[in-house]
């Protein structure tokens, strides 16, 4: 054999041997097989809100080639959905796809993680998440309850419920037994309000039977689903409790820490992805719905500015009780005040004067 040749094959024989020993460690690394589990707090058949679990473990599969598997399990299978944050916690699951304010019970610092009454609107939270801090402060929090949280899923403003009789003055609010929870029920109890706590599934069946009055909700799509027209004719709006609430992925502290770094941004970009993908989907649908229920007997009402007004005077009370009383709480609310009063004086000169011109134009139907 020409040993000029015999060198090159060997050369290349040898230099192949050495690539493929220090190419497997890295190649079996970015396939490597995970299996999570996440709870979520809703039903399969609220198709959106519950579609934000599984939007986040989509992303993921496909970015992983199926290496990281995260298997979506609805409210009830593994867990109430009410429970989803305290699984996560205590290690029953790795993930879990909630509402933080369902939690206030235990914190009341977990609404801020949401949306609090009065508060920001769905474009303003994600950039005080984004930008602002939010996450960072969130996480500040959600270190002390076991777990890491991102955003992952926002409804939008929403409507401000069903009731079963008109609802005209503050007056009309007293007795009046509302299913509504955490600081927004807190809120109304200032003005009358008798705060139920029920599942979604119940809601129905109360407000048939004449339990309570009223309901909220979430927005036209998903309350068309649990039928509330049959039952409670009074659709009002706006839901000033939850101007633009946040979804969120909850995922176990230790869990998330012992990832590879690359698996734990792939969480955060899903989420991210998510977030975004659910509220497009409800701007999306909710028009189309709104129009139907309206045909189904819906009527719809504004809440007067008096009640908006005496919420908002009881709201600033309520935050300013629990401030006194809850660090976390406060300095959350803080940073997201100063964040508020900005944000709102530019929607004057942005959003608020394109749109108001737009509405016009659609009452006038020269859209």
């Known amino acids: 054999m020409?040993?000029?040749?015999?060198?090159?094959?060997?050369?290349?024989?040898?230099?192949?041997?050495?690539?493929?020993?220090?190419?497997?460690?890295?190649?079996?690394?970015?396939?490597?097989?995970?299996?999570?589990?996440l709870t979520s707090s809703f039903p399969k058949s609220l198709d959106t809100i519950y579609g934000g679990g599984e939007t986040v473990a989509k992303y993921v599969r496909e970015a992983t080639d199926g290496n990281f598997e995260i298997q979506v399990f609805a409210a009830g299978e593994i867990v109430p959905g009410l429970q989803a944050a305290d699984a996560v916690s205590s290690g029953t699951v790795e993930m879990?796809?909630?509402?933080?304010?369902?939690?206030?019970?235990?914190?009341?610092?977990?609404?801020?993680?949401?949306?609090?009454?009065?508060?920001?609107?769905?474009?303003?939270?994600?950039?005080?998440?984004?930008?602002?801090?939010?996450?960072?402060?969130?996480?500040?929090?959600?270190?002390?309850?076991?777990f890491v949280g991102?955003?992952?899923?926002?409804?939008?403003?929403?409507?401000?419920g069903w009731y079963r009789k008109e609802i005209n003055a503050v007056a009309d609010l007293q007795g009046l037994k509302l299913r509504i929870a955490g600081l927004a029920g807190q809120i109304?109890?200032?003005?009358?309000?008798?705060?139920?706590?029920?599942?979604?599934?119940?809601?129905?069946?109360?407000?048939?039977?004449?339990?309570?009055?009223?309901?909220?909700?979430?927005?036209?799509?998903?309350?068309?689903?649990?039928g509330f027209v049959k039952v409670a004719p009074y659709y009002y709006y706006p839901g000033w409790w939850e101007g633009g609430p946040t979804v969120a992925v909850f995922i176990n502290k230790e869990k998330y820490d012992a990832l590879p770094t690359r698996y734990q941004s792939l969480l955060r970009t899903a989420a991210q992805a998510a977030n975004n993908d659910m509220l497009a989907s409800y701007d999306y649908k909710n028009p189309q719905a709104i129009r139907r229920l309206v045909d189904q007997g819906a009527q719809l009402r504004a809440f007067s500015q008096e009640i908006m007004q005496a919420?908002?005077?009881?709201?600033?009370?309520?935050?300013?009780?629990?401030?006194?009383?809850?660090?976390?709480?406060?300095?959350?609310?803080?940073?997201?005040?100063?964040?508020?009063?900005?944000?709102?004086?530019?929607?004057?000169?942005?959003?608020?004067?394109?749109?108001?011109?737009?509405?016009?134009?659609?009452?006038?139907?020269?859209?």
Not at 116 to 138: K, S
Not at 207 to 225: F, H, R, S
């Open 2 to 37: 020409d040993r000029r040749t015999f060198i090159t094959k060997a050369g290349i024989g040898a230099g192949a041997a050495a690539a493929s020993t220090l190419a497997a460690p890295a190649i079996a690394q970015e396939n490597e097989k995970i299996t999570w589990r």
């Open 311 to 367: 919420s908002y005077d009881a709201a600033k009370e309520v935050y300013a009780e629990v401030s006194a009383g809850n660090a976390s709480f406060k300095e959350i609310y803080d940073n997201q005040l100063a964040f508020k009063k900005d944000a709102y004086l530019w929607a004057q000169l942005s959003e608020y004067t394109f749109d108001t011109f737009m509405m016009i134009q659609q009452r006038n139907g020269t859209l």
């Open 150 to 160: 991102f955003p992952a899923g926002n409804t939008g403003v929403q409507m401000g």
């Open 96 to 146: 879990c796809h909630t509402v933080p304010y369902y939690y206030v019970g235990k914190d009341v610092t977990y609404a801020m993680g949401a949306a609090i009454p009065f508060g920001l609107n769905a474009r303003q939270v994600n950039a005080w998440h984004y930008y602002g801090g939010g996450i960072d402060l969130m996480n500040k929090f959600y270190e002390t309850q076991g």
């Open 188 to 226: 109304m109890s200032k003005l009358g309000v008798v705060p139920q706590q029920i599942a979604g599934g119940d809601i129905y069946p109360s407000l048939e039977k004449g339990v309570i009055d009223g309901a909220e909700w979430v927005g036209p799509y998903d309350d068309e689903k649990l």
